[in-house]
C-alpha cells in the first residue's frame, strides 16, 4: 500500500516528479546515460539547469535585476552565507523558532545582530507582529514558514532595509513579491526536490557592498556569474527540482497551489478545532497551511502513542510531531494531495468514534 507520507523533509514530491526521475535514472533525455552518471557540462545537463532557473522565475514572477542560483549546503549554508554576503555592521532578525535561531547564531559570527523580537517565551507558539527594525541595519531576515513548530508568515513584509527570507518550507506555496526581497532561499528537501540542492534568488545589485574578503564557493557572485555552474552542480536534485516545476505550472502555478493549499489545510484545522481528543500548538491567525502541529487535548494525553499508532497503522506516515512541540505535525507540502489529508481526518474521526 502506498503511505500517506506528511513527513516534514525529505518530505513527499509529486508523482510526476518521481516518475521521471526514475526514469532518467535508467536513460537521460535519450542520452543512453543514466542521469546519475552524466556530465554536468554536457549539453543535455545544461539545457536541465537553465530550464529549471528560467522556470524558478517564471513560477515566482522574479523580476529583472535579480538571478537564481542552485547551491550545495542546505538551508543551513545560507545562513552563513547571507551574513557573509550582506551584513557589514548590523543584522536585523525575527526570532521565530528553531531555524531562525540557528541562523541569529551564525549571524553573529559576521557583526551584530539585533534581535527585534522572539516568540521563544511561548515556544514559538506565534509571529510577533511588533517590532521595530533599526534603520541603519544591513537586512532584516526572517522565516517564512516555521517548520517545527507550524506557524506562518503568508505575506511579503515592508521593510526599510534590505530584506532576507528563509523560505525552505513554505517556497512555491503562493504567489511571492519578490521585488520586495534581496535575497530569498530554501532547502529543496520540503517543497521541491530530494535533498541536496538549495535554490537562492538574489538581487545582484545587493552584492559587492561588504568590506570582508568572501570565499570563492560562499560568495553568490561567483555562482552568478557562472549560471550557477561554477563547480559540479547537484546534478540529480536539480533533475527532480525541474520536473518539480513543471509540474506546478502545469497545475496552474503558484496562485493555483496557494487555493488548494488553503483547501487542505482548512479542512485539517477544521477537523483539529472539532475534533474533541485534538487541539492545535500554534496561534490561529499565525497558523502554517504547510506544517499543522496538534497536540491530543489535555484531558487525552494518554492516548497520544495510541493514535500515533492507528494513524501509522491506517497508512500515514511521519505525522509524529518534532520532539521540542510533541504530539503531532501533519505537514501537507504542495504535493500532497487533498485525498492524502481527507484520509488523515477520517482516521481522526475514527479514533474520536473508538474513545
Ligand atoms: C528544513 C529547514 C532548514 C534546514 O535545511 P537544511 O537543508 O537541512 O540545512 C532551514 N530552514 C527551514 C525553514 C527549514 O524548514
Wanted: with cysteine; net charge negative.
Amino acid at each position: 500500500m502506498k503511505k500517506h507520507n506528511f513527513s516534514a523533509g525529505p518530505s513527499i514530491l509529486s508523482e510526476y516528479t518521481i516518475k521521471n526521475s526514475a526514469a532518467a535514472v535508467e536513460n537521460f533525455a535519450g542520452t543512453g546515460l543514466s542521469i546519475l552518471e552524466v556530465s554536468h557540462r554536457g549539453k543535455e545537463f545544461v539545457a536541465v539547469n537553465d530550464e529549471a532557473r528560467a522556470l524558478v522565475k517564471e513560477l515566482l514572477d522574479v523580476p529583472a535585476g535579480y538571478e537564481v542560483v542552485f547551491l550545495g549546503g542546505g538551508a543551513s549554508l545560507q545562513f552563513c552565507m547571507v551574513p557573509y554576503n550582506l551584513l557589514n555592521k548590523k543584522a536585523a532578525y525575527l526570532d521565530t523558532g528553531t531555524w531562525a535561531s540557528n541562523a541569529i547564531k551564525e549571524a553573529k559570527l559576521f557583526g551584530e545582530v539585533d534581535v527585534v523580537a522572539s516568540s521563544k517565551d511561548a515556544n514559538y507558539s506565534y509571529i510577533p507582529k511588533d517590532y521595530v527594525i533599526p534603520e541603519d541595519a544591513d537586512y532584516f531576515h526572517f522565516t517564512s514558514n516555521n517548520t517545527i513548530f507550524g506557524t506562518e508568515m503568508r505575506y511579503d513584509p515592508d521593510v526599510n532595509v534590505r530584506l532576507v527570507s528563509d523560505m525552505s518550507s513554505d517556497i512555491f506555496s503562493r504567489p511571492v513579491d519578490v521585488s520586495k526581497y534581496d535575497i530569498i532561499y530554501a532547502g529543496a528537501q520540503k517543497n521541491l526536490a530530494p535533498a541536496g540542492v538549495t535554490l537562492a534568488i538574489v538581487r545582484e545589485d545587493a552584492l559587492g557592498h561588504v568590506e570582508r574578503a568572501i570565499p570563492t564557493m560562499l560568495n553568490y557572485s561567483t555562482h552568478i556569474k557562472k549560471e550557477s555552474m561554477f563547480n559540479t552542480p547537484p546534478v540529480f536534485p536539480i533533475f527532480a527540482a525541474l520536473q518539480t516545476l513543471k509540474w506546478y505550472k502545469e497545475q496552474g502555478g503558484v496562485a493555483a497551489m496557494e487555493k488548494l493549499n488553503l483547501e487542505k489545510a482548512g479542512i485539517l484545522y477544521d477537523e483539529i478545532d472539532r475534533n474533541r481528543l485534538f487541539k492545535g500548538t500554534a496561534a490561529v491567525e499565525d497558523r502554517s497551511i504547510m506544517n499543522v502541529c496538534f497536540v491530543m487535548n489535555d484531558e487525552y494525553k494518554e492516548l497520544e502513542a495510541d493514535f500515533n499508532a492507528f494513524a501509522l497503522a491506517a497508512g500515514m506516515s511521519g505525522i509524529k510531531g518534532h520532539r521540542s512541540v510533541g504530539g503531532f505535525r501533519a505537514s501537507i507540502y504542495n504535493a500532497m494531495p487533498k485525498s492524502s489529508v481527507e484520509a488523515l481526518i477520517a482516521c481522526m474521526q475514527e479514533f474520536e468514534k473508538q474513545h
